[in-house]
């Protein structure tokens, strides 16, 4: 068989669990149609990259994933604000406090054994399913699992984190930069 007529065919297989997927992560399904139509366009033409016999389920989801968080984000900056009042009441949380957050992170992160260290990282930072870093790692889906759970407890004790409060803005900064949010 023909490998574009494979491509086609395994492609249509796959668009149901598309649509119910992109009704779940928008809601209303003229949107999901038109976030599944934007997907199809975009693997279609770079149905070059694929290579047969992978997991074209997974990239389409990654493709329509990719395409909604490019939607969202674009949304997020075309704001209607003729009167200016959103404008007005914008604040924005200092930037010197994520980084000086991200820095205590990357220390923490490195003072992880490797495995953990790999485990996190494939799992909570690349997106990859426990079962995919298993095999990424050679190891057993138990295994990685372990890794993970061991290298976030690892990572609360080393940052001295005890709760969910402890993420996010700090007291003093949260009650300015929320005012904005609720005019």
Known sequence: ????????????SILPSLRAFAISLVGRHHEADDLVQDTIMKAWAKQEQFEMGTNMKAWLFTILR?????????????????????TANLAQHP???????????????????????EAIILVGASGFSYEEAAEISGCAL?????????????????????????????????????????S
Not at 1 to 12: C, G, I, Q, S
Not at 158 to 174: C, K, R, W
Request: aromatic letters at 6%; a positive charge; charged letters at 30%.
């Open 95 to 117: 930037a010197q406090y994520g980084k000086l957050d991200m820095q205590d992170f990357q220390r923490a992160l490195e003072q992880l054994p490797d495995e953990q260290r």
């Open 142 to 182: 138990g295994t990685i699992k372990s890794r993970v759970n061991r290298a976030r407890q690892k990572l609360q004790e080393i940052l001295q984190i005890t709760n969910e409060g402890e993420f996010g803005p700090d007291a003093v900064s949260a009650p300015l930069t929320s005012r904005a949010f609720l």
């Open 66 to 86: 990719n395409e909604l968080y490019s939607k969202l984000r674009k949304r997020g900056r075309e704001v209607q604000d003729s009167d200016g009042l959103l």
């Open 1 to 12: 068989m023909e490998p574009a007529n494979t491509f086609k065919r395994e492609l249509l």
